[in-house]
């Protein structure tokens, strides 16, 4: 599987009750499949994966494997404080059947460049799998440098993907990019899909992001591909009120699941507490640009 194109990252659905929910589960991957994407992350940040028990991240990876069941990629999250945990998370993705493994700097006091190469060099020996390097610095609490995210790339051949969720993400993509010359290296946007168009612009591979319109996403790679630009910018400008709307922080997840709740994929909407819950002002905010979003993506 090639880590180019779409990669939707994956909702973990929960019952009202908030216990797993494997049938949204598999629908919500249908839609994915259906939308066009090229894979689908699992166990990501908005995957709520922080609020999973261990026994849980396992199985919801094994669902997402086996019902993928080949058909498009599947990336892991596998971030974790420590490398000997990492390598464990990732080793379970590998013998799972993922794709590859997405990994974020472990959150230690004072991290500094050398110890953040240590530790993916370290996963790249451990476990025979390719790794996408997250440069997300909430996360980790440490904002990676175009340089740092180069030598990586240059340095280990198996993390030559890069998620880039720290703006100015153009700007960091086409760095990274000088930085690394002829060395074949993949870069995907984040953030919700707010600035794909100047990404695939500065050079970016496509979008491994949450946006509860997929299609949208793939429309926009797929014209940019094509050589249609302008047309792509079109389709781009016309959705980014929601995925501005979408990528709110502290409610975005919430929101999500909402409008996959809309689209009949989740059962329940529900996050896990102290994830925060939507009042009636953003329903209706949501209301009406879902309104519009509906309407062109029919189009």
Do not use: W
């Not at 797993?20 to 839609?31: A, M």
């Not at 004072?110 to 060099?121: D, G, R």
């Not at 009949?264 to 519009?292: E, I, K």
């Amino acid at each position: 599987m090639q880590l180019e194109g779409v990669y939707s990252v994956l909702p973990t659905p929960f019952t009202a009750s908030g216990d797993l929910d494997d049938d949204s589960l598999r629908r919500v991957i249908d839609l994915f499949i259906e939308s066009g994407v090229n894979g689908v992350t699992a166990l990501g940040v908005t995957g709520e994966v922080a609020r999973l028990l261990d026994d849980e991240r396992r199985h919801v990876l094994e669902v997402v494997v086996s019902h993928v069941n080949g058909r498009i990629g599947v990336v892991a999250g596998t971030t974790a404080e420590g490398t000997r945990t990492c390598i464990a998370h990732s080793r379970h993705a590998r013998e799972t059947g993922a794709t590859a493994v997405m990994v974020s700097p472990p959150r230690m006091p004072k991290l500094n460049s050398e110890a953040v190469v240590h530790h993916f060099t370290a996963l790249a020996e451990a476990v025979d799998i390719e790794i996408v390097v997250q440069d997300y610095p909430p996360i980790s609490g440490f904002a990676m440098e175009p340089a740092l995210l180069a030598r990586i790339a240059r340095d280990i051949p198996k993390a030559r993907t890069i998620k880039l969720e720290d703006p100015p993400t153009p700007f960091k993509t086409s760095r990274i990019l000088e930085a690394c010359g002829d060395v074949p290296v993949r870069v995907f946007g984040g953030l919700g899909g707010v600035f794909l168009l100047e990404e695939l612009l500065a050079g970016a591979t496509g979008a491994m992001t949450g946006f509860a319109f997929p299609e949208i996403l793939v429309n926009i790679v797929s014209l940019y591909r094509a050589g249609r630009v302008d047309e792509a910018a079109e389709v781009f400008y016309k959705s980014v009120p929601l995925m501005r709307f979408e990528f709110q922080e502290g409610i975005g997840m919430a929101i999500r699941k909402e409008v996959l709740h809309r689209r009949g994929a989740l059962a329940s909407p529900a996050t896990r507490a102290p994830a925060a819950a939507l009042d009636q002002t953003t329903r209706a905010a949501l209301d009406r640009v879902m309104r519009y979003t509906e309407q062109f993506s029919r189009l």
